[in-house]
């Protein structure tokens, strides 16, 4: 159950914050291994990128890779919140003896659960980079995959290059799911406990869950978008026919290529979308989840007292 609430939680996330991962994606690949002024320029800012999308491939085009999208939150918000929270409650993440929390101990476990998760919703991931990154020839940034779907994309990729070729990238993925599921997942769930404290926010825990996702949202964004730009990087770059990738061949060497071409502007492209994406996502995600976990808690409640209630008749 941990895992349907967790991947259930993340769909409805998912959903309305697509088009900031569409045009995060746009902006990552804009200007690929070029230092600046040495690329034309199709997506200025933030804002002029919904422009630039919508007008070159029409409004749609904002909720490019949906599909794929919410299979991969299904996937690995699914494996990742519900390994968190089957730790949570069996006490792993709290100091031993203690019921306060351990701010080491939910680092591990959030990094573990985010391994796992990538990994398993990597195909998906895969998909919608490509999908995403799809464009008009006017406003095209990297390398174009000329995918008609998703379940066209997968099946493509497999027949090209295997199941293996399914989790091209997912090196990539491991590492920035590990830093961003830990702070995520860290930041929420400290920041949660200390704003408890405070009696507005124990009294309205909504309030203290949006407060605390916002809070966590800023620290995602800062940790996690250099790996989410490598990332963005191994999945859509084209490859041979061997299906060894045509510009990265491994997560080190696609820092290093960045770092030279682009200098740190190059890892922090498509900050602001990040951020404008994972502080809606952060907050909407843990909003839902709570709810679906105190749904499932007022529903376990309801069973629990109407099988009693059942016995107390038998008994008389």
């Given at each position: ?107 591990v476990v959030g990094a573990f659960a985010g391994c796992m998760g990538a990994f398993s ?103 996690m978008t250099p790996f989410d730009v490598v990332m963005t990087r191994l999945y859509n ?80």
């Amino acid at each position: 159950m941990e895992f349907v609430i967790g991947g259930t939680a993340a769909i409805g996330a998912g959903f309305f914050t697509n088009p900031l991962e569409v045009v995060k994606t746009r902006l990552q690949l804009q200007g690929e291994l070029k230092a600046r002024g040495l690329y034309a320029v199709h997506y200025r800012n933030f804002f002029h990128a919904f422009y630039a999308v919508a007008k070159s491939d029409g409004i749609l085009a904002l909720q490019k890779g949906l599909v794929p999208a919410l299979w991969y939150q299904l996937f690995l918000n699914g494996v990742r919140l519900g390994t968190y929270q089957f730790a949570e409650e069996r006490g792993w993440t709290l100091v031993s003896g203690r019921s306060e929390v351990s701010a080491a101990k939910c680092v591990v476990v959030g990094a573990f659960a985010g391994c796992m998760g990538a990994f398993s919703g990597s195909p998906f991931y895969l998909v919608k980079t490509h999908l995403q990154s799809q464009a008009s020839a006017s406003v095209a940034v990297g390398h174009q995959h000329h995918h008609r779907g998703m379940i066209n994309g997968l099946s493509n990729i497999y027949k090209e290059h295997g199941i293996r070729g399914l989790w091209r990238g997912s090196m990539g993925a491991m590492p920035r799911a590990a830093i961003g599921s830990a702070t995520q997942l860290v930041s929420f769930n400290l920041t949660k406990e200390y704003l408890s404290q405070y009696q507005v926010f124990n009294k309205k825990p909504l309030l203290n869950t949006f407060a605390s996702s916002l809070i966590g949202g800023i620290v995602v964004a800062v940790c996690m978008t250099p790996f989410d730009v490598v990332m963005t990087r191994l999945y859509n770059q084209g490859v041979n026919a061997e299906g060894k990738g045509l510009l990265y061949n491994s997560v080190p060497d696609c820092f290093i290529k960045i770092w030279k071409t682009e200098g740190l502007y190059g890892f922090y492209k498509g900050f602001v979308p990040s951020y404008a994406r994972l502080g809606p996502h952060t907050v909407l995600c843990f909003v839902f989840w709570d709810a679906l976990k105190q749904l499932e808690a007022d529903l376990s409640k309801k069973y629990a007292e109407k099988e009693f209630k059942v016995d107390v008749d038998q008994v008389k």
